[in-house]
């Protein structure tokens, strides 16, 4: 929480009561005003009003009730590819589209990520079965009247694996708890990763620097770019901000390899495991609201 007497989170370096303290009427409306016109122009941050919150939250709810019933399907004797035909049918069913279909270049060719074991991320759901032991991270994200949610969960297959892939299942778990707990206006962009790459660090884990978390919601990739490492991106959080944390670790090297047969699934150099969970967040007045809040 922020409090009256603490230094605006705009950086006036006024107390927030005698700067950006939320008033009711026309001041309020002002300052909202300006603040997005500068993010917009000094970061491309878009910065949300209210009737765009409502839309991304509606899609983040949707987004995280069809990551949390896909992930319940997580069995061994499963497939990927079973699992993205079960999303992507859940997607339609609630009028809404997968946004990862056709994303980018190459175009994405499913409808869900399924990362696993060594990948990192952007894993393409296929005929793999899944085996006791496996970790894997799902992550959908889906457009629901335009806007966007975006979340992802690691599962254990069969509930046990070996220490190397828990730990990164449980590192990665705890680095995205440790950074939303900060998440309020005048925290830094950077105060994320100088959060994050410390304690997985502590744990003997390396945190991924070629992926990042990224704003989200009228559009799936938005700015700021939320880097997990240490890094100076000191860009104040204001209210309406939207964006996604999503650390990767690993448990041995952080560099990631792209599979040069779909230029998508990015692999761990090493071999060994990697791990992440993803949430989006809106910034509120005084703290935040995790827009997808799955149950581990
Ligand atoms: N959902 C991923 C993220 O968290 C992005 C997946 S891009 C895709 O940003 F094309 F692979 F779907
Ligand atoms: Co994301
Ligand atoms: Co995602």
Redesign the pocket.
């Known amino acids: 929480m922020i409090g009256r007497n603490d230094p605006c989170w705009c950086g006036s370096g006024k107390k927030w009561k005698k700067c950006h303290f939320p008033t009711k009427g026309k001041d309020k409306a002002v300052a909202t005003q300006d603040i997005k016109k500068k993010y917009f122009k000094k970061y491309q941050i878009i910065i949300k009003d209210e009737q765009q919150i409502k839309g991304i939250r509606a899609s983040c709810q949707l987004a995280f009730k069809i990551l949390d019933a896909t992930c319940d399907r997580a069995q061994a004797g499963i497939t990927t590819l079973e699992l993205n035909d079960f999303a992507h049918k859940l997607h339609l069913d609630a009028g809404a589209i997968p946004?990862?279909l056709n994303?980018?270049h190459p175009p994405?060719p499913k409808s869900i990520?399924t990362s696993l074991n060594d990948v990192i991320?952007?894993g393409i759901p296929d005929d793999y079965v899944l085996q006791d032991g496996d970790i894997l991270n799902i992550?959908v994200?889906c457009i629901l009247n335009g806007f966007y949610g975006?979340c992802?969960q690691m599962v254990v297959v069969g509930g046990k694996t070996t220490e190397e892939r828990q730990l990164v299942v449980d590192v990665s778990y705890d680095c995205l708890v440790k950074a939303s707990d900060i998440l309020k206006p005048g925290v830094l962009v950077s105060d994320i990763g100088k959060t994050i790459e410390p304690y997985a660090n502590s744990k003997g884990c390396s945190v991924v620097n070629q992926f990042v978390g990224?704003g989200v919601g009228v559009a799936?990739?938005e700015g700021p770019q939320i880097l997990h490492c240490k890094n100076n991106i000191d860009i104040p959080l204001v209210p309406g901000m939207t964006f996604?944390i999503?650390p990767m670790i690993n448990a041995g090297k952080r560099e990631a390899v792209i599979d040069p047969d779909n230029e998508?699934t990015a692999r761990t150099i090493d071999g060994k495991a990697s791990g992440q969970w993803?949430y989006t967040f809106l910034i509120t007045e005084t703290g935040h609201e995790v827009l997808t809040p799955w149950k581990r």
Request: proline share 5%; charged share 20%; net charge negative.
């Open positions: 946004a990862p994303y980018g994405f990520c991320c952007h992550d994200t975006d992802s990224h799936f990739h996604t999503e998508w993803e």
